[in-house]
């Protein structure tokens, strides 16, 4: 079997190189992105090499990295969905209350049963007080999330938190009953 | 009655009177009440006949003039003479038609074109005595009219007052480019005009804030998918990653010198006040404790820096010495104060308060005195930054679920909307001058 990220870093460097020659040798070809190893995945750069009338122009393929980092970005600003519920908090506070602590042992449970995974930490706020110190007040309720899960044994390791403030309510409601579903941590599985 | 200077012996020399010969039109900036002073804006003269510039030029000096409330701007109907091209070649005008309207003052311009390069002579003239006040010329594209027309204000602003106008300066804010969006960074000119959108990244871009030179613009930007700091220079579009320490991170301000970025890092959850350096990679702690700190806004003398603190149960504005590391509270009611700005004149703290079930802007002397309500209006005022001159703040006003921005001077004679044209406007922050 051959090695996936083997392959792929095949992949990338036949790329390289044919882009490498295509540019030296400025002929009319088309570059086209090249098959790899079997069973190796195909990164899918935007591709904008044209042939038109002897003229060739291109764009620069993103890295991968740069890739993956632009959809994290646009990633975060969308709900993420959990098999987790969220827990909830009481206005402009951040401890763990007490209706929170099931779904808590459900998830220190989950971690404790599969060692290798790892669980991301959002923690939210309603839209009301101002957004710099929302941000902050969501990063103390992510991170008192986490204490508790580790007091509940789970490594510390496994877990990693990010603040969404009041950036990403989860109902966009303007009452009570909207705002409290807001004030929450919300767990992604990484 | 125009006021006049102070001094005994200058007010002998300026009468109230207008006719008395070598007498200055003169106003005294900080004198409440008084009568405006009448100014006319005729039409430019514009070599292409483009009407719309003919008219634009006078019409963002008027909207600047009359943010000052110092100023009345007569209505172009009431005008008796037409401004031709002949009044730029040695013509004078003809004062007696203007005087005789109540004007002043007035403001003539002519526009030429030679290809893509538009040049614009504006003059500003004293009816009474008929002298030529200030006069200038610009070159540049046309599109930059406005900023011609505001830079030419700035310096009817000044022969008037001896105190230099803002209205070249413009607004960062954050907003959402449409539903369904995270959030981007957008530039918009003081008269609601010329908005541009600066990050494009379909992520969250929050809290712009502005270099000391007004040359960049330092921000939160979740695109990696995690908050880090980003310093973008807005001439060359070229951007740098701050140190990436702590996890949630937000820029607060400058140092005046350019060299240090004050910013709420927060480590292990905890939120404090950092200083970053721009000249070399040091990150230190300046503020912070067990509870939440954020939001550093620092003094124009560089010597302090105003924060807030919920270290007594509720969040509230701080000042701290720098160097000698005394703190104190400087908020004085209320179980809810955030999102200080210090003015650019040294006087003032501006905040956010909560009062009543609802959001205002407050302000406050440094050393934590006289607190005073600054604005509130129909539903939440937050956010407030102040003016490179300190005499204006741009605002959030938030209610029913929509946001718009607002600017309105300190003392609350003079107010307008500046933009409501996209969801979630927020954090807005007032360029310094360029």
């Known amino acids: ?190 | 009655m125009i006021r006049f200077a102070k001094p005994l012996l200058l007010s002998l020399l300026f009468l109230c009177l207008p006719s008395v010969s070598g007498a200055l039109l003169y106003i005294d900036i900080n004198a409440p009440g008084g009568k405006l002073m009448p100014v006319a804006l005729p039409d430019f003269v514009v070599a292409s006949g483009d009407a719309s510039l003919a008219r634009g030029f006078p019409e963002a000096i008027g909207g600047d003039l009359g943010m000052t409330s110092l100023f009345d701007v007569l209505p172009r109907q009431a005008h008796l003479e037409r401004i031709v091209p002949e009044h730029f070649g040695g013509r004078p005008l003809s004062f007696p038609d203007w005087k005789m309207i109540g004007a002043e003052a007035v403001v003539i311009g002519k526009v030429e074109f030679r290809g893509d390069l538009m040049t614009v002579e504006m003059r500003l003239y004293d009816a009474t005595l008929g002298n030529m006040m200030v006069g200038k010329k610009y070159a540049g594209p046309v599109r930059q009219f406005r900023k011609m027309a505001h830079k030419f204000a700035n310096e009817v602003l000044y022969a008037f007052t001896g105190v230099r106008g803002i209205f070249d300066t413009e607004i960062a804010f954050s907003a959402r480019p449409e539903k369904g969006r995270g959030k981007e960074i957008y530039i918009i000119g003081l008269d609601g005009q010329e908005l541009r959108q600066v990050t494009d990244n379909r992520s969250f871009n929050l809290f712009p804030r502005w270099s000391p030179d007004a040359a960049g613009l330092a921000y939160t930007s979740y695109r990696t998918g995690v908050p880090q700091i980003y310093l973008r220079n807005l001439a060359t579009g070229k951007e740098r990653l701050l140190p990436q320490v702590g996890n949630s991170k937000s820029p607060g301000s400058f140092s005046p010198s350019g060299d240090f970025l004050y910013a709420t890092l927060s480590v292990k959850g905890n939120s404090d006040i950092y200083r970053m350096s721009l000249t070399g990679s040091a990150v230190q702690k300046v503020a912070g404790g067990w509870g939440i700190e954020v939001s550093p806004s620092v003094s124009p003398d560089g010597k302090s820096v105003a924060f807030v603190s919920n270290r007594s149960g509720s969040p509230q504005i701080y000042v701290k010495e720098i160097d000698s590391s005394d703190e104190r509270r400087v908020s004085q009611a209320g179980n809810y104060s955030t999102s200080p700005s210090w003015s650019p004149a040294g006087d003032r703290i501006a905040f956010t308060s909560l009062s009543g079930g609802r959001y205002s802007i407050y302000t406050v002397r440094p050393d934590g005195s006289d607190q005073r309500l600054a604005v509130s209006g129909s539903g939440d005022c937050v956010d407030p930054s102040f003016s490179p001159d300190g005499r204006y703040l741009v605002y959030t006003l938030r209610k029913n679920g929509y946001s718009e921005l607002k600017i309105g001077s300190v003392d609350g004679r003079w107010q307008r909307g500046l933009f409501k044209g996209l969801p979630a406007v927020g954090s807005p922050s007032w360029s310094p001058r360029q």
């Not at chain 1, 079997?1 to 390289?16: C, E, I, T």
């Not at chain 1, 994290?72 to 929170?100: C, L, N, Y």
């Open chain 1, 1 to 190: 079997m051959k090695n996936m990220l083997v392959g792929k870093r095949v992949l990338v460097a036949l790329s390289v190189v044919l882009l490498a020659v295509a540019a030296g040798c400025g002929k009319k070809e088309m570059v086209k992105s090249t098959d790899g190893a079997p069973g190796a995945e195909m990164s899918t750069p935007s591709s904008a090499e044209t042939q038109a009338g002897g003229q060739i122009t291109s764009e620069t393929l993103g890295t991968q990295t740069a890739m993956a980092e632009a959809q994290a970005g646009v990633a975060a600003t969308m709900e993420k969905p959990s098999e987790f519920q969220d827990i909830h908090f009481d206005f402009d506070q951040s401890f763990i209350r007490e209706d929170a602590r099931p779904t808590l042992r459900e998830v220190a449970d989950y971690l404790k049963a599969n060692p290798a995974a790892s669980i991301l930490i959002e923690g939210h706020c309603d839209e009301r007080g101002t957004a710099e110190y929302n941000i902050a007040l969501g990063e103390r309720r992510a991170e008192s999330t986490k204490s508790y899960l580790v007091s509940l044994g789970v490594k510390a390791g496994a877990l990693s938190t990010v603040s969404f403030g009041e950036e990403k309510p989860l109902d966009p409601g303007h009452d009570e009953a909207a705002w409290a579903k807001n004030r929450r941590a919300h767990f992604v599985r990484k």
